[in-house]
């Protein structure tokens, strides 16, 4: 994943690699902003 990256594109690589449709509408459903890695989309996640 090439960061910063929007929700968007966090769903978009998920789903490109198969991750489970929970996960890609989780990450489809973050704030939308952009992440400056998987820290803070992890905390985004959590925050959710």
């Known amino acids: 994943m090439d960061y910063p990256a929007t929700p968007d594109d966090l769903a978009r690589a998920a ?16 704030p939308s902003r952009s ?3 998987a820290f803070h989309v992890l905390h985004a996640l959590d925050a959710a």
């Open 15 to 30: 789903r490109h690699d198969g991750v489970d449709d929970a996960i890609v509408r989780a990450l489809s459903s973050l």
């Open 35 to 37: 992440y400056d890695g």
